[in-house]
């Protein structure tokens, strides 16, 4: 950690930061105590400070002739997301069959090493477990016995928890494999942060078994026809060649690539937060108990509850931030699953964007559509655009605001490739709104598209930012095990001073 990240961590003193939305911000007692008693450690600080694991990460991984899945060992959870004290079933299976063992981490920073272990479970017997047929809108839905039960123990603090699977050879001359499960642990405190993951875009670009997705239905890759099961395995990263070719992705959806380097450094800078699933918003309470909601990375499938939720937070005083890009794109009602889920299958319901020219194209294009969402402009500040995808550089258009404070940057300055693989921009017409950076992004390396990152202030002196770009999590660290994407012949560089300080000052006020 920088002198300047200490600084900006640890003073107390109250500061007045910049010009913008016209909200004073004072920067007073620090983020790395929660609570009214800032001389106790949150829960994150202490957490972090229990020793690391180094052999969390996947080792030895192979994929099968269709490069989606790795039939060796693979498994799912019966669902996203738990509280302490429920029940989570494991879902196993190995081909050929034989033993296995099942190490949980919960990821995190831990003083770099990125994990700590929790919970080792075997060795178990292995066996191998069907693969679905194929059913209604395409759906691939797995129907596979438990291999492994127990309750999330009640001291395991909220986070994104990664269960490595590993065969275990009957001699030494045989190789191992490995692939993850994933899952969340959730919980209920009043918190800073709330990291929502964004699993639902995990699972709509999953092409397990053998790429069957929302995207590869006969019919074409946007429409209303195919339907997608939480109850399945995660395969290889779904755009490995085009966007992250990354061993580690196998099982483990898109966190590890669009999301990790942002827990990785909310856990190394002791921001409290906590972290929640898509299917976690389908009501607000367990966003209304904290300061600031996050959207990460690639969010781009919402049921129309979790847009309501958002918008009751926004009502509420809750600060939105979306460090993301092509979020809020389609409607993705969820539905039961076979295994009693309740929201453990999703489909595309139809687009956002109201009477926007973009939905009512993407209806003429690929409808009908079942459902259509409310212009997400009003509530992020920046709409889904077409062409959606490309690359660029992140430029300061307006380098007097306090989010740019401590910087150095003056208008016109850029970040090298932090636009992709997907953003956003034409934003609304809303009171205080102002672009802070805009730019062109290039899809294909040379069609143009104009995008914008904006913050406006909300009605109770709450602010919603959008950086509108996946990509901004890679400036702010560099995870052990984990691999920089590209698109559309743009990549981002990793860490920078520059998106940090940006995103301190964001956290920083949010949480005041």
């Known amino acids: 950690m920088t002198k300047k990240d200490k600084s900006l961590l640890t003073r107390r003193d109250a500061i007045k930061i910049g010009t913008g939305t016209g909200i004073s911000v004072s920067l007073g007692s620090s983020h790395t105590y929660a609570g009214k008693n800032p001389e106790i450690a949150n829960q994150i600080v202490i957490e972090n400070k229990k020793t690391g694991a180094t052999d969390w990460q996947l080792t030895r991984v192979r994929h ?67 693969t679905p047929l194929k059913g209604e809108k395409n759906i691939h839905e797995c129907e596979w016995a438990a291999s492994a039960s127990f309750n999330i123990p009640q001291d395991w603090l909220s986070g994104v ?88 992705s196998f099982g483990s959806g898109e966190f590890i690539s669009f999301e990790r380097p942002f827990s990785y450094f909310l856990e190394q800078h002791g921001y409290d937060v906590s972290y929640c699933s898509n299917s976690d918003m389908v009501i607000p309470d367990r966003a209304l108990k904290a300061k600031a909601f996050l959207s990460i990375g690639h969010d781009e499938y919402w049921d129309i509850r979790q847009f309501r939720s958002v918008e009751k937070l926004k009502e509420s005083g809750v600060n939105l931030l979306f460090f993301s890009g092509n979020s809020v794109c389609w409607v993705s009602p969820f539905t039961k699953s076979k295994s009693g889920n309740p929201n453990g299958r999703i489909f595309r319901g139809g687009p956002y964007g109201g009477q926007h020219t973009w939905a009512t194209g993407r209806e003429k294009l690929n409808g009908p559509f079942p459902e259509r969402g409310p212009d997400e402009g009003f509530l992020m500040g920046v709409r889904n655009i077409d062409p959606i995808n ?122 005041q």
């Open 64 to 130: 099968d002739k269709s490069q989606h899945r790795t039939t060796l060992i693979e498994g799912y959870c019966s669902k996203q997301s738990y509280s302490a004290g429920e029940k989570l079933d494991m879902m196993v299976s190995t081909d050929p069959e034989q033993s296995y063992k099942i190490d949980i981490y919960r990821t995190g920073y831990y003083g770099g090493t990125g994990a700590r272990l929790m919970k080792t479970i075997g060795p178990l017997q292995g066996t191998k477990q069907p």
């Open 161 to 248: 928890y990664l269960g490595k699977l590993r065969t275990l050879p009957e001699t030494e001359r045989e190789p191992y494999w490995e692939s993850y499960v994933i899952f969340i642990v959730t919980d209920a405190r009043p918190v800073d942060l709330l990291f929502q993951c964004s699993d639902n875009t995990w699972q709509a670009y999953n092409r397990w078994p053998s790429n069957y997705s929302v995207y590869t239905h006969p019919k074409g890759v946007e429409g209303p026809w195919a339907q997608v099961s939480f109850d399945r395995p995660y395969g290889r990263q779904s755009q490995y060649y085009a966007i992250v070719n990354d061993p580690l």
């Open 390 to 511: 490309g690359g660029g550089d992140w430029i300061v258009a307006k380098p007097e605001h306090w989010i740019f404070a401590n910087t150095g940057m003056k208008k016109g300055d850029s970040i090298p490739g932090l636009i992709g693989w997907e953003f956003q921009g034409d934003a609304p017409d809303i009171p205080g709104l102002e672009v802070v950076a805009d730019g062109f992004a290039w899809q294909g390396g040379d069609n143009a598209c104009k995008w914008q990152s904006v913050i406006y202030p909300g009605p109770k002196g709450n602010f919603v930012f959008n950086a509108a770009t996946i990509f901004w999590a890679q400036g702010l660290s560099s995870p052990p095990g984990h691999t920089l994407p590209w698109s559309h012949y743009n990549r981002p560089h990793g860490p920078d001073p520059r998106v940090q300080t940006i995103t301190h000052n964001l956290l920083k006020r949010a949480i």
